[in-house]
Nanobody, 115 residues
Framework: QVQLVESGGGLVQPGGSLRLSCACS????????MGWFRQAPGKQRELVAT???????NYADSVKDRFTISRNNSKNTVSLQMNSLKPEDTAVYYC?????????WGQGTQVTVSS
């Protein structure tokens, strides 16, 4: 059974940095796009960033120039480097991995930006 395991969330002050990581366990194949989404209290889940197998990236306007997504195709991992964090970045962050068959979601990791 495939599981996505996220790590790296936590509490950070405004202007600080965090790095989120997501690893796939179990038998997973034909991975296409990998990405990160987030959901703040009372809001809908939104796209943060995605990366294709070839390295093409897409970012939400609100995180451009602050966040960087990367992936390791040989290890089936995806990471999100978050710099210059703002209080409005506070949310539960979810990893998502798409295959040609279906999409998989992680359980979420809390990121809180507060002084």
């Amino acid at each position: 059974q495939v599981q996505l395991v996220e790590s790296g969330g936590g509490l950070v002050q405004p202007g600080g940095s965090l790095r989120l990581s997501c690893a796939c366990s179990g038998s997973i194949s034909r991975i296409s796009t990998m990405g990160w989404f987030r959901q703040a209290p009372g809001k809908q889940r939104e796209l943060v960033a995605t990366v294709t197998p070839g390295g093409g990236t897409n970012y939400a306007d609100s995180v451009k120039d602050r966040f960087t997504i990367s992936r390791n195709n040989s290890k089936n991992t995806v990471s999100l480097q978050m710099n210059s964090l703002k209080p409005e970045d506070t949310a539960v962050y979810y990893c998502r991995v798409d295959t040609i068959f279906r999409a998989y979601w992680g359980q979420g990791t809390q990121v809180t930006v507060s002084s």
